[in-house]
C-alpha cells in the first residue's frame, strides 16, 4: 500500500541554523501539507501546497518557513533560522483531491538546542 | 476557534469493552477525520466521515456525525490491547485539518 515517507527520522540542530526536512508523498496525490506537533500539544496545521504553490499557510508559517516542490516526487520544509520552539515533530501530508482523505508521513523529530 | 475538541482527555478500560470518543466543534465543516497516534509516532487515519453522513463503519470502529449538534463521536467494540493509543478528531475547513487535543486511551489486558 502506498504511504507518505519522510527523512529524516530525527534532526538535531543547534539554534540559528537552517534544515531542510523533506518528504515523499504518494504518488498520484496533488494535495500537500505540512503540521507539526510540539510535544505534548497539538497538531497544527502549517502549510497546504497546490499546483505548485501555497494554497494556504497559518499564523505560524512565517518568513522562516518555506515549501518546495523541487522535482516530481519529493516536498520539502525548509526553516531558515531555527529557534528553540521550533523544536517539535513535524508531519507531511498528501491527498488525492481535496477534502479527500489526507495520509500523513511517519514525521520527523527536529531537536533545536 | 474553529478546533474539534475530543472527551474524555483520557479513558482506561478493560480488553474486550467497548471505547467510546467524543469530539465536538463549532463552525460548519467539509468533513471529519479520525486519526490515531501511537505514542509519539506518525497519525494513522481511521474514518473520514463527510457532512452529509451520519454514520460509517470500518472494521471494529463505528463513527457517528451530527452536524445539528456539531459533534462526533467514535465507538471501538471489543476493545484489544493494541488500541491503546491517543485518538484524534479532525475537522476540515477550507483546505487543511483543524485537529483536537486527543483521547487518550488505555486498554488493559
Known amino acids: 500500500e502506498p504511504e507518505v515517507t519522510q527523512t529524516p527520522s530525527h534532526q538535531v540542530t543547534q539554534m540559528g541554523q537552517e534544515v531542510i526536512l523533506r518528504c515523499v508523498p504518494i504518488?498520484?496525490?496533488?494535495?500537500f501539507y505540512w503540521y507539526r506537533q510540539i510535544l505534548g500539544q497539538k497538531v497544527e496545521f502549517l502549510v497546504s501546497?497546490?499546483?505548485?504553490?501555497?494554497?494556504?499557510k497559518s499564523e505560524i508559517f512565517d518568513d522562516q518557513f518555506s515549501v518546495e516542490r523541487p522535482d516530481g516526487s519529493n516536498f520539502t520544509l525548509k526553516i531558515r533560522s531555527t529557534k528553540l520552539e521550533d523544536s517539535a515533530m513535524y508531519f507531511c501530508?498528501?491527498?488525492?483531491?481535496?477534502?479527500?482523505?489526507?495520509?500523513f508521513g511517519p514525521g520527523t523529530r527536529l531537536t533545536v538546542l | 476557534s474553529q478546533q474539534g475538541e475530543e472527551d474524555p482527555q483520557a479513558l482506561s478500560i478493560q480488553e474486550g469493552e467497548n471505547a467510546t470518543m467524543n469530539c465536538s466543534y463549532k463552525?460548519?465543516?467539509?468533513?471529519l477525520q479520525w486519526y490515531r497516534q501511537n505514542s509519539g509516532r506518525g497519525l494513522v487515519h481511521l474514518i473520514l466521515?463527510?457532512?452529509?453522513?451520519r454514520e460509517k463503519h470500518s472494521g471494529r470502529l463505528r463513527v457517528t456525525l451530527d452536524t445539528s449538534k456539531k459533534s462526533s463521536s467514535l465507538l471501538i467494540t471489543a476493545s484489544r490491547a493494541a488500541d491503546t493509543a491517543s485518538y484524534f478528531c479532525?475537522?476540515?475547513?477550507?483546505?487543511?485539518?483543524?485537529f483536537g487535543a486527543g483521547t487518550i486511551l488505555r486498554v488493559k489486558s
Open positions: 466521515i463527510r457532512s452529509n453522513e
Open positions: 504518488s498520484n496525490h496533488l494535495y
Open positions: 501546497f497546490y499546483n505548485n504553490e501555497i494554497s494556504e
Open positions: 501530508a498528501s491527498r488525492a483531491y481535496l477534502w479527500d482523505t489526507q495520509y
Open positions: 463552525t460548519s465543516i467539509n468533513n
Open positions: 479532525a475537522t476540515e475547513y477550507g483546505n487543511k485539518l483543524v
